[in-house]
């Protein structure tokens, strides 16, 4: 039987179908992005987020099934996601892939898109040594997760408020460094000291994440201090946030038995991260695993690869028709 999977995702506002096999190989990875929809909005209008889906996902299909040179028959499933995100733009992916599914004669299976983040860092070759500790760090998301095997995931912790990746976007606005944020704050941060006592946000709370609090005494400290030397800001930012994302990993790590940690999410590009990372492994003696950052970006072949975890181990998650959309989920 072909093990080749189409996935579908469609929870914010890209367009994303990829054709992927059970090694993790991507055949095709069409992103179709609705940037030009929403600059003049200044951010994503989901009304408009939907009917940009509406238009793309029949085009986006064929010009994924085109560029694997694959037809419908050499499918085994399609996998979508079922959750979190849009409910406008989840449900344009959804029941196009429960109509195609029925049309094809294959199942369709609804993913998590949370585990699709987790499940990317396998994207292209295995490169995940289980049991894994995963940190998920992006524009929207943030969380800790626990691997035991590719059918068994753990959510431990995720954020009460705003994630790593906007927390580094508004600081870098506050500090007139342009979108995005995160690579102008990290390097403005390494010629500053970092001797401004920023707060900590739930260091010893368990694994859970705050960084609004975090965000606002900077914003405090940049209205009281007119002139605050920008790089100290920085440095103190990126101090408290590598402080909090090393403390909560290093107590999942010693937890839970892990081979390997594993960063996934765009703000995996901090060399700051990458060094507390480095430095953490070393410590408590794991793998670190820095998967390519190109599948950082939400995709499809991150849902086509998760897809598998359901078919490999026969435990078929709820059918689309029974969406559960909690983050919780898995
Ligand atoms: O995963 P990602 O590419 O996409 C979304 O989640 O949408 O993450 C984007 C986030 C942005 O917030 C950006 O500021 C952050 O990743 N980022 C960084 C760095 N490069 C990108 N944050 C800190 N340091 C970086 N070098
Ligand atoms: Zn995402």
New binding site residues.
């Given amino acids: 039987m072909t093990d080749l999977i189409l996935g579908i995702e469609t929870s914010c506002d890209d367009t994303a179908v990829a054709i992927v096999d059970g090694e993790g190989t991507i055949r095709s990875s069409i992103v179709s992005s609705q940037l030009d929809v929403h600059e003049a909005f200044g951010g994503i209008y989901p009304e408009f987020a939907a009917r940009a889906h509406v238009a793309s996902i029949l085009p986006t299909v064929h010009e994924a099934l085109t560029r694997a040179g694959v037809t419908p028959r050499d499918l085994r499933a399609i996998g979508v996601t079922r959750g979190p995100g849009l409910i406008g733009s989840l449900l344009v992916g959804l029941n196009t892939a429960a109509a195609l599914g029925i049309g094809w004669g294959i199942p369709t299976i609804g993913i998590n898109h949370l585990r699709g983040h987790l499940r990317s860092a396998d994207l292209g070759e295995r490169r995940v040594k289980y049991p894994a500790t995963i940190l998920l760090v ?4 943030t969380l800790l997760a626990y691997m035991k095997n590719t059918a068994e995931i753990e959510l431990l912790g995720t954020t009460r408020d705003d994630s ?3 927390s ?2 508004k600081v ?1 606005r506050m500090l007139g460094l342009g979108y ?4 102008a ?2 390097r403005l941060a390494k010629e500053g000291r970092a001797a401004i006592p920023f707060p900590r946000p739930m260091l010893d709370a368990g694994v859970d994440f705050s960084f609004s609090g975090l965000k606002s005494a900077v914003a405090r400290y940049m209205e009281s201090v007119p002139d605050a030397v920008a790089g100290d800001v920085a440095a103190s930012f990126v101090a408290s946030v590598m402080e909090v994302l090393v403390k909560k990993s290093r107590k999942v790590l010693k937890n839970y038995p892990s081979a390997s940690f594993v960063i996934v ?3 995996a ?3 700051q ?1 990458r060094e507390a990372a480095a430095g953490l492994c070393r410590e408590m003696n794991v793998e670190l695993c820095l998967p390519p950052l190109r599948w ?3 995709n499809a072949a991150m849902i086509a690869l998760a897809t598998f975890d359901y078919l490999e181990h026969d435990v078929l998650p709820a059918p689309v028709a029974e969406l559960q959309l909690t983050i919780r989920d898995f």
């Fill in positions: 992006s524009g929207g998301h790593v990746g906007e580094y976007d870098g995005p944020g995160g690579p704050v990290d999410g765009g703000v590009a901090s060399p991260l950082s970006t939400d």
